[in-house]
């Protein structure tokens, strides 16, 4: 079964620090591997997404995450995070086609910036 | 243009009663998603809807659950005497296709509160 596992519940960070968000992810098959931003009282915004090719991926709002297969991991970093960026991150892995195009969540990370 | 609609935002019910939850996707979008965020439990998948095809019902935690998707647009998930422990915000997504490529745009979710 597929599953997705986001170790960190809560990080603090400083405005102005780097960021880095842990996801290990298991599935069976060539994993879509995602990276959802949930904002108090918001909706489930995109930030990126892996399919093939490049491992290392750039989405929105200065994000970037990197693919490794051999560590089954696919972590967010951001070089200098923003106070903004405080919110409930979450890594979601899902499949190519039909039922499997499902996302499996990770139980997600809450950040607080502090400034 | 518009995104993915839910309502009512917040609904607190009776255990015991029955409830009603909308969805509208964005127009023409094949594929629609209901998943359930609660505390604890994390965001999980409970039934997806692809054009005409039969749902996937496979993530419904019981048969209290039930959803249709009229001609292929609005989605309305129903829960049956309902459950202190189905208390939850149910979200809703779309997207184009079914399939990890196309990205599965969320609603703002629905809050319900289960007396």
């Known amino acids: 079964a597929q599953s997705v596992t986001q170790p960190d519940i809560h990080i603090t960070v400083s405005e102005g620090a780097s960021l880095e968000l842990r996801c290990n992810y298991s599935y069976g098959a060539t994993p879509y591997l995602f990276w959802y931003v949930q904002s108090p009282g918001q909706g489930l915004q995109l930030l990126l997404k892996?399919?093939?090719?490049?491992?290392l991926v750039q989405g929105i709002k200065g994000f970037e995450a990197e693919f490794k297969r051999s560590q089954s991991s696919f972590n967010l970093r951001k070089p200098s995070v923003h106070w903004s960026d405080a919110a409930e991150y979450f890594c979601?892995?899902?499949?190519?086609?039909?039922?499997?195009?499902?996302?499996?969540f990770g139980t997600g990370t809450r950040l607080q910036v502090t400034l | 243009g518009a995104g993915v609609s839910q309502s009512p935002s917040n609904k607190v019910t009776e255990k015991g009663k029955d409830v009603e939850l909308r969805c509208d996707p964005i127009?023409?979008?094949?594929?629609l998603y209901w998943y359930r965020q609660s505390l604890g439990q994390g965001l999980e998948f409970l039934i997806y809807f692809q054009g005409n095809s039969a749902p996937d019902k496979s993530g419904l935690p019981s048969d209290r659950f039930s959803a249709e998707r009229t001609g292929g647009s609005v989605s309305t998930l129903t829960i049956q005497r309902t459950q202190q422990e189905d208390s939850a915000v149910y979200l809703c997504?779309?997207?184009?296709?079914?399939?990890?490529?196309?990205?599965?745009?969320f609603g703002p979710g629905t809050r319900l509160t289960v007396l």
């Open positions: 127009s023409g979008h094949t594929a």
């Open positions: 892996y399919f093939s090719g490049d491992t």
């Open positions: 979601a892995v899902g499949g190519n086609t039909g039922t499997a195009s499902k996302l499996t």
């Open positions: 997504a779309s997207s184009l296709w079914a399939g990890g490529y196309n990205e599965q745009f």
